[in-house]
């Protein structure tokens, strides 16, 4: 038995509103796709929550009128994040059948909750420790240098990201997102980093003298996390009835974002507010995210049936591996681009005055940047596709332009 059954739990980012006109340019490129209005999330009793569910204790925030259409409006009431021994991947001994197996999981595990967790993924603990060093580093750097390298442009998307800067939310409009960022913040800082080859858009680096081996260690981390996601997609085609290569030469041109995500010691009833968070509720954009969590916890993903949080605290040895908007949208909404956020740990002691500071990376895969996603023709449904075809870049910068300021 390679699942074990687990509690799950969610996150949630906010992005800010990008007010630059390189964002306003790069908005307007953006192929519109159709607007779809979701009902709330209905809450039902907590019976209905998968067998492996644990139901938050955190109530289920309002919505706004105008809300995105996600993959996780369903009344399928199973909810499962298991826990999944990826070996049959790394191992060179593996068998056929063994990658059946694992395909077959992850797919289950993507279409109930759209979460996974990974073992025996073949990245090493001494490598995911010392790139958490460094990213512990950079963050203690005085702030005018972090600020030298703020984040400028979604098309870029690279940078610092001062605090308060990105609300990430499934609001769309402008002046929604503005009231949100000034009413309930996000408390978090991050550093995105992308494709170090790419010939426009370059990244921001630390002096080496302010941060030794940084980069290396980011380089070296990227590396090993998009050979991971190579493997992850292949699991997905395989489990998908595709042929194990499908999503090769879609997805192999490294357009991933490497971010790197302090949240500072916070007073915990600031998070326990209505609408506050960590990062508040959102949905990736891209293919799928590898995120690597410290001890703390505090990711909770959404359970669309009910409305209710999970916690998806961190196991040690495995990564949480979670569905994005371009899969979801690839796989006509079978895959479940899930809501998630952070609040403060629920394990914490309610009595703490102040939450620990947190730190994780985050590793956003993406498809090619000028890959057209469209629903693939075995996912088709009886009503047809549920979205508009668009470039993978497109998507991108819309969604980033609409999330930070
Ligand atoms: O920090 C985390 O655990 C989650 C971060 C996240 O969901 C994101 O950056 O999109
Ligand atoms: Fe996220």
Redesign the pocket.
């Known amino acids: 038995m390679t699942v074990s059954s687990l509690t799950l739990a969610a ?3 906010p992005r800010a509103r990008l007010a630059s006109a390189s964002a306003a340019a790069a908005s307007r490129s953006v192929t519109p796709w159709r607007s779809l209005h979701t009902p709330t999330a209905t809450r039902s009793p907590a019976s209905r929550l998968g067998a492996h569910a644990r139901a938050s204790t955190t109530s289920v925030q309002p919505s706004f009128p105008c809300r995105r259409h996600l993959a996780t409006q369903s009344t399928t009431p199973d909810f499962v994040i298991p826990v999944i021994d990826f070996s049959a991947f790394v191992r060179a001994d593996a068998t056929d059948a063994d990658r059946a197996r694992t395909s077959h999981e992850l797919t289950q595990a993507f279409k109930s909750s759209g979460f996974a967790y990974l073992s025996n993924h073949g990245i090493t603990r001494e490598q995911i420790d010392d790139t958490f060093a460094k990213s512990a580093e950079f963050f203690k750097l005085p702030i005018d240098k972090k600020d030298e390298l703020a984040w400028k442009d979604p098309r870029a998307n690279r940078g610092y990201v001062a605090e308060g800067r990105e609300r ?1 939310t499934q609001a769309t409009s402008a002046e929604e997102i503005a009231a949100l960022r000034e009413q309930t913040p996000d408390y ?1 800082e ?1 550093l995105e980093i992308g494709n170090d080859r790419d010939p426009v858009w370059k990244n921001e680096w630390p002096q080496e003298s302010d941060a030794p081996h940084f980069k290396d260690t980011m380089l070296a981390f990227q590396k090993a996390a998009h050979e991971l996601h190579m493997k992850v997609m292949s699991s997905i085609a395989m489990g998908l009835g595709l042929d194990a290569r499908f999503f090769e030469d879609k997805c192999n041109q490294e357009w991933h974002t490497l ?1 790197l ?1 302090h ?1 500072p010691s916070v007073r915990t009833d600031k998070l326990k507010l209505e609408g506050s968070a ?2 508040g509720e ?1 949905s ?1 954009y891209g293919s799928i ?1 590898l ?1 690597f ?1 410290d001890s703390v916890g ?2 909770e993903a959404k359970n669309p049936h009910t409305g209710v949080y999970h916690a ?1 605290d961190p196991i040690p040895g495995t990564i ?1 591996v ?1 569905v994005g908007d371009l899969l979801a949208r690839w796989s006509n909404d079978q895959l479940r681009s899930t809501l ?3 609040k403060a740990p629920q394990a914490a002691d309610a009595k703490a005055e102040y939450t620990p500071p ?1 730190y ?3 590793f ?1 895969c993406n498809p090619n940047e000028d890959q057209l996603i469209e629903t693939l023709p075995n996912f088709d449904s009886k009503e047809g596709p549920k979205y508009e075809r668009i470039l993978t870049k497109d998507y991108l910068a819309k969604r980033l332009s609409e999330t930070y300021v």
Do not use: E
Request: hydrophobic letters at 40%; proline letters at 0%.
């Open positions: 996150r949630s980012l990430v978090k991050s971010r995500l949240y960590r990062a959102h990736d995210t995120l969590q505090g990711l998806a949480v979670n998630h956020r952070v947190r994780s990376i985050a956003f």
